[in-house]
């Protein structure tokens, strides 16, 4: 991919902290932006990422050698046909949506198959906007490439080296594999969540005693049910064949469940829930669950080499004792990029202030 010119759509914590990778890798890039608020733009242009002081109108990228989409998806979507008779023929267009089949039918009904790579990093803050971006949110986070029918092998192998020099893992999938596995382990699980939640809320009693006595399962079960309305909602209007398919293969799972436990087969119910406990323990990272909380940190690392063993010596001298660490490759609804387990909530009280006093910044959930 060539790094002369590159534009941006949209400017906020993903769309701005691919810019700053970009800047920090190839700082002779021109790289301009639009964003929806006039403040974006020149709070990114006095950071020096940007050479551009003002808004841009749609025509200002006709000579980018890429455009990022970093708007919202159905943003995005509408400006495809404006973008269309404005870019050169070489121009690569892709976007950072989490979800792809909408964008993509599209690209398909426009011609734009030779010009358009989708993309989705798996990563993310509760932080929003340009000031909360920075150039390391990208690292060793997975990166998912979804070309068209009509997108070149060179043009590939081009884009997943770009994936990588930004420091994340990239993996290239069908675009209707890739929201099928994303409503799967993403957005029908926050549709439980909600789900779970509300439920509660209304049975609740006046004195709001599942309010009170809730922990363990119920809060890790329902964390995620705290992120953004507004960005759920849009989720959900652009993946809804996908997740009502999986909402109602997951009815039919709990209706299953429920006839078992009705029935009181016990063998049944072990069968499953062993299943279920041996698949879950297999997942890495995050993936060792005990009866009692989880005493665990998150926090941002550089991708340096020696970076960890740094932080395990800083814990060890201590005599603070690891339960499980690991890399956090999907980060698009968790902060930090760096997961440790400890023992007890003493040894994580102790293992914060240190690693504080170090400078870096940590996560509690």
Not at 36 to 45: G, V
Not at 151 to 163: C, G, H, K, N, R
Not at 254 to 266: A, C, F, G, Q, V
Request: net charge negative; charged share 25%; proline share 2%.
């Amino acid at each position: 991919m060539k790094f002369e010119k590159i534009g941006f759509i949209g400017l906020g914590l993903i769309g701005g902290s691919i810019a700053k990778k970009i800047k920090k890798n190839h700082p002779e890039c021109n790289i301009i932006a639009t964003a929806h608020r006039a403040a974006t733009i020149t709070e990114a242009y006095e950071m020096g990422l940007i050479t551009n002081r003002t808004m841009l109108s749609v025509s200002s990228f006709s000579d980018c050698d890429v455009i990022f989409l970093c708007a919202p998806v159905e943003k995005n979507i509408e400006y495809l046909s404006l973008l269309k008779d404005v870019i050169k023929k070489d121009c690569i267009i892709t976007d950072v949506g989490s979800t792809k089949t909408q964008i993509h039918k599209e690209v398909i009904a426009l011609d734009l198959e030779k010009n358009f790579i989708g993309g989705h990093p798996m990563t993310g803050s509760e932080k929003t906007g340009i000031s909360n971006a920075n150039d390391a949110l990208l690292e060793n986070a997975y990166y998912i490439i979804t070309p068209t029918a009509k997108t070149s092998t060179q043009q590939i192998d081009e884009f997943y080296q770009f994936v990588k020099e930004l420091g994340s893992i990239p993996m290239v999938l069908d675009y209707e594999k890739h929201d099928y596995a994303t409503a799967s382990i993403s957005h029908l699980p926050h549709m439980i969540a909600y789900t779970l939640v509300n439920l509660v809320k209304n049975i609740d009693d006046d004195e709001e005693t599942m309010k009170t006595i809730a922990a363990g399962g119920f809060k890790d079960i329902t964390r995620i049910a705290s992120s953004s309305p507004i960005m759920w909602e849009n989720i959900c209007s652009t993946n809804q064949e996908q997740l009502l398919k999986l909402m109602d293969m997951y009815i039919s799972s709990l209706t299953e469940l429920r006839e078992d436990i009705s029935s009181t087969n016990s063998s049944v119910l072990l069968e499953k829930f062993q299943s279920a406990k041996d698949y879950r323990d297999s997942i890495a990272v995050s993936g060792i669950k005990s009866q009692n909380r989880i005493h665990e940190i998150f926090l941002d690392l550089a991708d340096e080499a020696g970076g960890i063993a740094i932080i395990a010596s800083i814990l060890a001298f201590k005599g603070i004792s690891i339960k499980n660490i690991g890399i956090i490759h999907n980060r698009e609804f968790e902060e930090g990029v760096l997961h440790i387990e400890f023992y007890d909530e003493n040894a994580v009280e102790l293992a914060a202030e240190l690693l504080q006093e170090k400078n870096y910044v940590i996560y509690r959930r």
